[in-house]
């Protein structure tokens, strides 16, 4: 506990400068820090000019391996065949998510998308993709995905579980759960992840949302998550709220008519985006800060942070 | 774990109904479990129209004793002066805060407004508000916050601690959390805070911020926790993010003028509002349910849930 704040002004004026908040640790970051996202690896979404003929850029980044292939499989053909052009957003449920697609549910899909299983909401120890993973970054010896974890990650976190999960942890730019036996990405703020209909249907990744409200983690392996949005969610989370129920909107002049999704390497104009390493010395230290605030606003560090409240920076690369 | 995933789809079929889900459980609740709000503990504050011309009221619950109460009874005086007609929302802030007030920081403030410790973030087990309210609810023998909350308390909540406090529960339809000698309200979603500058200030409760975003529940007792939006936080989530320094506004125009703030007794037309009482049987239920999603849409149960993944249900009265 800090005792800063019960000790008289003048020792205040008198004690060491305050540390760096988190975002200033960011900004300090080393160049050999940030991690350049390939082009590929993003899906820009572009929607129809706002009111005041604003261009509104939404810029995804899709999940790297070992997590959801399937379903970014699809993403990525869905994207190349130009599918959601003429889609739109539908829905938008305060607290909760953005969702978009074809509202008519009836648009024919495109011939070859993978049937993903339930089972691929999670990773287990023993996966082929993961044993890659383990094989080629960790060397042998590990006998749980926890333990897998702790080698991959160089940032100390709480040993606190938290309510939905033995272990979260980040893992290469990526936040993630774990228990012994397997490995899931979690609810975030700004993640996107596959709609569905009733189970065993798991979604084919056509209809997609993104959170834009406190993390529902209930929904973690439940649902697929694909990426996150790294630019423009606000083009998304400050959108009218839909009054049908579960917020979509009721008239067809409500939805934003999405003009265009393409992978980013089908992008003519588009800035580098990187992620701050979550291996790196300097997340550690942001971690630590986003958990221990004890820059000059805070008189009490709050000593732990949940997963969903250390969320990865991105930048736009210099 | 649910294994209803793994069954044929013959054998799930067959199975039971699915269990209500936790608006369902929360539609079937009790008419005397829902309490209502007396009017005096609203402010109801009045945004200009918006471009269509449509009327924009936000409604906030303030929080009753024993928590904040020097902060709650400045904002009482100053609805009362009408202080904030004429001031505007000026910050906001994605994934985290909108903020109004007297963006001059140069109005007068009123004569007579309480000054409020820092150490009023909390309560002590020892502090009269607590004693008081020990002894009337509880009667004597509690040693520990910790105690005399699970005597308040009807909800079973996991055990495990959340990431920022060694309890959290919640204690007449407010979410609270709480060390052995301590307890304090915490920042969920829709949570209205008092704004303040570099501490040892602690704010008067003239400028106000609500949380549009993932719990930032590091500013758990380094603000002051006033109150919650339960009507028409979406005029204020779906505004426009600033593009200034911590998403301010950066011209007059993007400010949203405030017509006028008052306390819920001098509103003429003012719906009943009640929230589900949370010592009632239907609010376990519902809280279990968040934690462990069992109906049709789920095929595994989280588990548990943080504090501020299960708001406190709210409903105009019928």
Redo the contacts between chains.
């Keep these: 506990m800090n005792k800063l704040?019960f000790l008289p002004?003048a020792l205040?004026a008198a004690s060491p400068a305050p540390v760096p908040s988190p975002n200033e640790i960011v900004a300090a970051a080393k160049a050999e820090d940030w991690v350049a996202i390939a082009p590929a690896d993003l899906l820009v979404m572009d929607l129809a000019a706002d009111?005041d003929a604003k261009p509104r850029r939404v810029v995804i980044q899709l999940m790297p391996a070992p997590f959801s292939q399937g379903w970014v499989g699809n993403i990525r053909k869905l994207a190349a065949a130009q599918w959601w052009d003429g889609t739109s957003v539908n829905r938008?449920q305060?607290?909760y998510v953005v969702q978009w697609g074809d509202v008519t549910e009836k648009k024919p899909l495109l011939d070859g998308l993978a049937v993903v299983p339930?089972s691929a909401?999670s990773i287990s120890l023993v996966s082929p993709e993961m044993i890659a993973l383990s094989t080629k970054d960790v060397g042998s010896g590990v006998s749980t995905i926890i333990e897998l974890m702790a080698k991959l990650s160089k940032v100390k976190r709480?040993s606190?579980?938290?309510?939905?999960a033995p272990k979260s942890i980040f893992v290469r730019g990526w936040p993630v759960a774990a228990d012994p036996n397997n490995t899931w990405p979690v609810h975030?703020?700004?993640m996107v992840g596959v709609g569905r209909n009733?189970?065993?249907d798991t979604g084919t990744g056509a209809e997609l949302y993104t959170v834009i409200?406190?993390?529902?983690?209930?929904l973690?392996?439940?649902i697929a998550l694909v990426g996150r949005v790294i630019a423009g969610?606000?083009h998304l989370?400050?959108?009218?709220?839909g009054t049908g129920d579960l917020g979509f909107y009721k008239t067809a002049e409500e939805r934003v008519p999405i003009l265009s999704v393409r992978t980013g390497d089908k992008v003519t104009v588009l800035p580098t985006y990187e992620y701050l390493s979550t291996e790196s010395a300097s997340f550690a230290a942001y971690a630590d800060a986003?958990?221990n605030?004890r820059d000059?606003?805070?008189?009490?560090?709050?000593?732990?942070?949940?997963i969903?409240?250390i969320?990865v920076p991105v930048r736009v690369g210099k």
Tied chains: 1, 2.
């Design positions: 704040a002004l205040i009111r938008v305060d607290n339930e909401y709480s606190k579980p938290d309510q939905y975030c703020y700004g009733m189970p065993p409200g406190h993390a529902p983690r209930h973690d392996r439940n969610v606000e989370s400050s959108l009218p709220r986003r958990a605030r000059a606003f805070f008189i009490r560090p709050a000593g732990g942070a949940d969903c409240n969320p």
